[in-house]
């Protein structure tokens, strides 16, 4: 069964302070991971994505990295801001039957103090 | 260029009762799928539309049934709502098989 865990399940921080955020999946086969924010009552979007053979993507503050041996990805998030208040969600994409289809972990929640 | 809508943004329904959802896709996608996300969970994946069929399945019940029309927008319909069925219903639109989803805003079902 394909599986996406994600940790901490929450984190407090102060603004400007630096975080990280956890992703261990069990998916296969392997297509792409994702990365989205996700605000209280919304729709997630998304802030990275890396194939295989990437092991970083940056998207402003947000730099994700990846290690496809150990099933491993990563979020960092530099100098934090208030508006960085939400749930962070992994996601794993596969392939099968020519369909793309997503597997999604429960998402790390963030809370930003002034 | 709107992006993904659902409607209604936000539901009470009571047990046994049925409700439908509706989405309509970014312009120019073609595929609809359709999560559930309990509260302080992740999105589960429910199924996917694309010409007008259903293309893949999530684990959910045959309570859960969709449809897709000819203009590419979708309806979600659950029979006999349980309490469990409260929760954010997620509708996320692509073009063909690409990976990239977008999301909608979501309709918050509660079932009392």
């Known amino acids: 069964k394909n599986q996406v865990e994600q940790s901490p399940q929450s984190l407090i921080i102060l603004e400007g302070k630096n975080c990280t955020l956890q992703c261990n999946y069990t998916v296969s086969p392997f297509s792409n991971l994702r990365w989205y924010k996700q605000d209280t009552g919304r729709g997630p979007v998304s802030l990275t994505i890396m194939t295989f053979s990437e092991n970083t993507k940056s998207n402003g503050r947000y730099t994700a990295t990846l290690d496809a041996d150990t099933k491993q990805s990563s979020l960092h998030i530099t100098a934090s801001q208030l508006s960085d208040s939400a749930s962070y969600i992994c996601?794993?994409?596969?392939?099968?039957?020519?369909?793309?289809?997503?597997?999604f972990g429960r998402g790390t929640s963030l809370i930003v103090h002034p | 260029d709107a992006g993904v809508t659902q409607s209604p943004t936000h539901l009470i329904k009571t047990r046994g009762q049925q409700v439908t959802l509706r989405c309509s896709p970014k312009?120019?996608?073609?595929?609809v799928s359709w999560y559930q996300q309990a509260l302080g969970q992740g999105p589960q994946f429910i199924f996917q539309y694309y010409e007008e069929e259903e293309r893949q399945r999530g684990n959910f019940p045959d309570r859960f049934s969709g449809h897709q029309f000819p203009n590419y927008s979708s309806e979600l319909n659950v029979n006999a709502l349980l309490l469990g069925d409260s929760a954010l219903y997620l509708c996320?639109?692509?073009?063909?098989?690409?990976?990239?989803?977008?999301f909608g805003p979501g309709t918050r079902l509660l079932v009392l």
């Open positions: 996601v794993v994409g596969s392939r099968t039957g020519g369909s793309y289809i997503p597997t």
């Open positions: 312009s120019g996608h073609d595929t």
């Open positions: 996320a639109s692509s073009l063909g098989s690409t990976e990239t989803q977008y």
